[in-house]
């Protein structure tokens, strides 16, 4: 599946640092998802844009702002994280409307030290 | 709450034999559901969904059974080959919403 593609793959940061994870997808969609995944743990999600707009925001703490400049582009920044962040991110899109499947990236292995 | 589960967290199959994963819903409202592959260092893989009019939808080797009375969904896998081993995830959603309700997903495993 490449039609979602997250970069970067690997990401390690001490919990000062400020980095961002970027996901392009290339499937026509208008529907954007930020994912968190932890070991042991069922997917979260995290943030929803539907036509750019953010339409879902599930109790994520500020220190991690996602942005989405347009329907192809979507980006996490992230802020001050805590060693608990430590997760593999997947981003995810679909189309809007009627029940239409959410294909996923491969995502971004996120360590914080 | 409403929660999407599992009921084997592990199954380990013969190369060639037939595969049987199930998952119970509680949402009474779900009326989406879809059924992902996760192999290691990749993101979730769409294998097949349906929609709670069907009861049964059939693709290339898999099948997804849904139970609206128990709530229950299940994806059977036709002569279970090495590249199938993964972990398996059913997800759920309400037509009105955007969120999928993933379960915590069952390894599969085919041995030679």
């Known amino acids: 599946e490449t039609g979602v593609t997250q970069t970067p793959r690997h990401l390690v940061m001490g919990m000062t640092n400020k980095k961002s994870l970027k996901c392009e997808q290339h499937l026509g969609h208008n529907a954007m998802y930020w994912y968190k995944q932890s070991a042991k743990k069922p997917l979260e999600l995290m943030f929803v844009y539907s036509l750019e707009e953010r339409v879902e925001n599930n109790s994520v703490p500020s220190r991690f702002s996602p942005e989405c400049p347009n329907s192809s582009h979507l980006f996490l920044h992230l802020h001050t994280l805590q060693p608990e962040d430590s997760a593999l991110y997947l981003c995810?899109?679909?189309?809007?409307?009627?029940?239409?499947?959410?294909?996923f990236g491969d995502g971004t292995r996120l360590s914080i030290l | 709450g409403e929660s999407v589960g599992l009921h084997l967290p592990t199954l380990s199959v013969q190369e060639g034999d037939n595969s049987i994963i199930n998952c119970a819903y509680s949402n009474s409202a779900s009326d989406y559901f879809i059924w992902y592959k996760q192999e290691s260092g990749k993101g979730p893989q769409f294998i097949i969904d349906?929609?709670?009019?069907?009861d049964k939808r059939q693709g290339q080797r898999v099948t997804v059974l849904l139970n609206k009375t128990v709530k229950h969904l299940s994806l059977q896998i036709a002569a279970t080959q090495p590249g199938d081993s993964a972990v398996y995830f059913c997800a759920e959603k309400e037509n009105s919403g955007y969120a999928l309700n993933f379960g915590k997903g069952t390894s599969l495993l085919v041995t030679p």
């Open positions: 995810a899109s679909s189309q809007v409307g009627g029940n239409q499947p959410q294909h």
């Open positions: 349906i929609r709670s009019n069907m």
